[in-house]
């Protein structure tokens, strides 16, 4: 069991009013909250290391390029990637999909070829594919959504043919809360000789995940929805993958030597780093990881199984009201988005900011979803490791309540 009341004091945030209301934080699928280890890790590079890496001499830079190069090595650790230098370190999740269909797209993707999608995917991993179709005369295929938000696995066999040379899909939706059988997907694509790319942005905050395990080529996310700060995604890649790919950008820091004409590429990772990265951002999302391992990520994902199970339940009593995706909490996570009759999502949203619960409202970026499942827009309320049921309590009293004014508004 995970000590939520001491977690909470970890976050400072936590504890602040909203509306006169104690803050009810359920938007944590858009971003999570930082514990003080994040922010003190920021404060303190800030006012002690701070300097460039991979460039100076001098003891500052030798520690920053240290202490960086230290966070890749526990990101890697943390998903169980073979070698620091498989990681490499980009603004967020969305870029890291951009790098790989940019770098291995434009190289292995052709006129006639087919890249397999998703219905549930997020819009970072469908636009940079759309753009990559498009400048290459390729196809997108999707595996159907099934009306329980799951992926319609028995059409995998069929869709996967000769013109296909990449899979890419969500670990976990962030509007269904689904969680996909990517090893199993992995598995049927690779038996096919095609690579498979894991959208982790959902899955990598929330579940124990590892990258030998799935046996997955590429694998993006973001520190932001998993502790740590903004402006640091990952993309994790096979290495014999990173070593035939071109670089994405071009610049200092990616090269090994260079001429008026020409260059040559740095070694791995740094070849795709081109310019100075986010030196602080990044040594601060070491200390995210570190947060997430003492507590252990098993835990984690059994707290959140409990809370969904919980949310479900009390959601569920409410008339009138639709969740989107499985109800069952062992196939999905706590991202748990829903629909009220008669009450549209943004309105439900701003009575509950009223009441200090942020929760989010819209089409989640996954507006060809949305189509899907019927509607323009969606309630989302989705929990990490320092939500509490009371919290999902309150959210469901204040659901009914907001129902019952809305009730009493639009009828006058
Ligand atoms: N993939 C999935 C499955 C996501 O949920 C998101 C962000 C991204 C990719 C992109 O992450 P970024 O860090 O590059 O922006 N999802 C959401 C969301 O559901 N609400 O706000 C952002």
Request: proline share 5%; glycine share 8%.
């Amino acid at each position: 069991m995970l000590d939520v009341a001491r977690i909470r004091e970890d976050f400072p945030i936590l504890g602040r009013k909203v509306h006169g209301r104690p803050l009810v934080y359920l938007d944590n699928a858009a971003t999570s909250q930082k514990p003080l280890a994040v922010v003190e890790a920021l404060v303190e590079f800030y006012t002690r290391t701070n300097a460039n890496v991979h460039r100076g001499i001098h003891a500052l830079s030798e520690e920053a390029t240290a202490r960086f190069e230290e966070a890749r090595a526990k990101t890697g650790r943390f998903i169980g990637a073979p070698k620091p230098a498989t990681v490499i370190f980009t603004r967020n999740a969305t870029e890291a999909v951009n790098l790989v269909s940019h770098a291995w797209g434009r190289r292995h993707v052709g006129p006639g070829d087919e890249i397999l999608l998703t219905e549930m995917e997020h819009h970072s991993n469908l636009v940079p594919w759309q753009m990559l179709a498009q400048a290459q005369g390729a196809t997108l295929k999707f595996i159907p959504v099934t009306s329980d938000g799951q992926l319609a696995l028995e059409e995998l066999p069929r869709l996967l043919g000769g013109k296909t040379q990449l899979v890419s899909l969500t670990l976990m939706s962030n509007v269904l809360g689904t969680i996909n059988p990517v090893k199993e997907v992995v598995q049927q694509a690779h038996s096919k000789g095609i690579p498979v790319l894991v959208d982790g942005a959902q899955g990598v905050p929330h579940l124990p995940v590892n990258v030998l395990d799935l046996n997955c080529d590429f694998l993006a996310f973001s520190a932001h929805k998993m502790l740590g700060p903004t402006g640091v995604g990952v993309l994790y890649a096979k290495e014999a993958i990173l070593e035939e790919m071109d670089p994405f950008l071009g610049g200092g820091d990616m090269i090994r030597d260079v001429w008026l004409e020409k260059a040559v590429w740095n070694d791995l990772p740094w070849k795709f780093e081109a310019g100075t990265p986010n030196v602080a951002d990044v040594i601060a999302f070491g200390a995210a990881i570190d947060y997430l391992e003492r507590i252990g990520m098993e835990e984690i994902r059994r707290h959140e199984e409990a809370l969904t199970r919980h949310a479900i339940k009390l959601l569920r009593e409410i008339e009138g009201l639709t969740i989107y995706g499985p109800l069952d909490p062992a196939r999905r996570g706590a991202a748990i988005a829903f629909n009220v009759n008669g009450l549209h999502p943004h309105d439900l949203g701003q009575i509950l900011d009223e009441e200090g619960i942020a929760i989010r409202a819209g089409h989640h970026c996954c507006k060809p979803l949305m189509r899907k499942l019927g509607v323009v827009a969606a309630a989302r309320a989705s929990f990490y490791l320092y939500n509490t049921e009371e919290e999902a309590e309150l959210l469901a009293q204040a659901v009914s309540k907001a129902k019952g004014v809305f009730h009493v508004v639009s009828h006058r």
